[in-house]
């Protein structure tokens, strides 16, 4: 008898360890932002740490202001305290790599957002289809202009993003650039995602002996740039102009008639996915594969992607009105 009640103690004390042990606390997620610069990145933040603290999860955030060297340092730094995830905005998509590496070696899952890190064992990738961007930019264009001169500003050549940019782009003028109703008379990538390098390029298309009719760009910051120079030479809203991430300044620029159309990338749907995938993956929790893959040059990483949407006078109350990205009475 003595002998049954000393079982049943161990039983109960086996089975509260456990308990104990997989109850432990809640998930510890790192997030490693490369700037918060820009309205659109403090809404990625936001967005992200709002969902992660409603599933009871903690969130600590670093910041690298743009400096890739202090990003893989506050890796390091996160990974020290024990996070369980990292979700991971890089500056260099391919020094970045470090960081994954680090991570694997401590068996902590990384999250790549927005911003693909190549040549690792990336765990996942949350984003938006950027080849669809650019295909989405490009059309949207070539149904205002169908025949004229295009130049591209396409964005910093140590994003990913910006080839795939490309990539959208050239799918649907390519066809028209060869049937001669395009002129490609500009296609460069910058150095930055900075306004000023919109500015400095534009200023160099307006140089060219060809006027422009179309300037398609990397993003709503560097099309800022792209604005002031086209403003002073008197050509703003006369130059059709697209770019992306529909930023409440640019959205009241479209308003006026100062700029054709943005394109959404639905940024709380795609912060809340990755605090929930982030939440599973630190509970260890199985994740469903509905999801498609990418390579970055070592994998093929499971990647969860999300519809571009078109931003322009006809559109907005459709798109970041009703996404709650912003006010009507902001916009007007």
Same mark, same amino acid.
């Given at each position: 008898?003595?002998?049954?009640?000393?079982?049943?103690?161990?039983?109960?004390?086996?089975?509260?360890?456990?308990?104990?042990?997989?109850?432990?606390?809640?998930?510890?997620?790192?997030?490693?932002?490369?700037?918060?610069?820009?309205?659109?990145?403090?809404?990625?933040?936001?967005?992200?740490?709002?969902?992660?603290?409603?599933?009871?999860?903690?969130?600590?955030?670093?910041?690298?202001?743009? #400096?890739?060297?202090?990003? /893989?340092?506050?890796? &390091?730094? =996160?990974? *020290?305290?024990? !996070?369980?995830?990292?979700? %991971?905005? +890089?500056?260099?998509?391919?020094?970045?790599?470090?960081?994954?590496?680090?991570?694997?070696?401590?068996?902590?899952?990384?999250?790549?957002?927005?911003?693909?890190?190549?040549?690792?064992?990336?765990?996942?990738?949350?984003?938006?289809?950027?080849?669809?961007?650019?295909?989405?930019?490009?059309?949207?264009?070539?149904?205002?202009?169908?025949?004229?001169?295009?130049?591209?500003?396409?964005? #910093?050549?140590?994003?990913? /993003?910006?080839?795939? &940019?490309? =990539?959208? *782009?050239?799918? !649907?003028?390519?066809?028209? %650039?060869? +049937?001669?109703?395009?002129?490609?008379?500009?296609?460069?990538?910058?150095?930055?995602?900075?306004?000023?390098?919109?500015?400095?390029?534009?200023?160099?298309?307006?140089?060219?002996?060809?006027?422009?009719?179309?300037?398609?760009?990397?993003?709503?910051?560097?099309?800022?740039?792209?604005?002031?120079?086209?403003?002073?030479?008197?050509?703003?809203?006369?130059?059709?102009?697209?770019?992306? #991430?529909?930023?409440?300044?640019?959205?009241?620029?479209?308003?006026?008639?100062?700029?054709?159309?943005?394109?959404?990338?639905?940024?709380?749907?795609?912060?809340?996915?990755?605090?929930?995938?982030?939440?599973?993956?630190?509970?260890?929790?199985?994740?469903?594969?509905?999801?498609?893959?990418?390579?970055?040059?070592?994998?093929?990483?499971?990647?969860?992607?999300?519809?571009?949407?078109?931003?322009?006078?006809?559109?907005?109350?459709?798109?970041?009105?009703?996404?709650?990205?912003?006010?009507?009475?902001?916009?007007?």
């Amino acid at each position: 008898m003595k002998y049954l009640c000393r079982n049943k103690i161990t039983l109960v004390i086996i089975v509260f360890l456990s308990f104990y042990a997989c109850d432990s606390g809640p998930v510890k997620v790192g997030l490693l932002m490369h700037d918060l610069k820009s309205e659109r990145w403090v809404k990625d933040k936001n967005f992200i740490t709002e969902r992660v603290e409603e599933l009871g999860g903690e969130l600590i955030l670093k910041v690298a202001n743009n #400096d890739q060297q202090v990003q /893989n340092q506050q890796a &390091l730094e =996160l990974l *020290q305290e024990d !996070v369980d995830v990292l979700i %991971v905005a +890089s500056v260099d998509q391919n020094e970045s790599a470090k960081i994954v590496n680090t991570a694997n070696e401590k068996e902590v899952k990384v999250i790549a957002y927005d911003r693909l890190i190549k040549d690792c064992l990336l765990d996942y990738y949350v984003a938006v289809d950027g080849t669809r961007v650019g295909e989405m930019q490009a059309e949207y264009m070539t149904t205002l202009v169908p025949q004229g001169n295009y130049a591209l500003i396409l964005g #910093d050549k140590k994003d990913n /993003n910006s080839m795939l &940019l490309f =990539l959208g *782009q050239m799918n !649907v003028l390519q066809s028209k %650039v060869e +049937s001669g109703d395009i002129r490609m008379i500009y296609s460069e990538f910058t150095d930055s995602w900075k306004k000023e390098q919109g500015y400095a390029h534009t200023k160099e298309i307006l140089s060219l002996k060809d006027s422009v009719d179309v300037i398609i760009c990397g993003s709503d910051e560097l099309v800022v740039g792209v604005n002031e120079a086209l403003e002073e030479a008197n050509l703003l809203g006369k130059v059709k102009v697209i770019s992306q #991430d529909a930023e409440l300044h640019i959205v009241q620029q479209i308003v006026k008639g100062n700029q054709a159309a943005s394109i959404y990338k639905p940024v709380k749907q795609m912060g809340y996915k990755a605090a929930e995938l982030a939440i599973d993956l630190g509970k260890g929790k199985e994740i469903k594969k509905d999801y498609t893959t990418v390579s970055n040059g070592k994998r093929l990483v499971p990647t969860f992607q999300l519809e571009p949407m078109l931003v322009n006078e006809n559109t907005i109350s459709s798109t970041v009105i009703a996404e709650g990205y912003h006010r009507s009475e902001d916009i007007y």
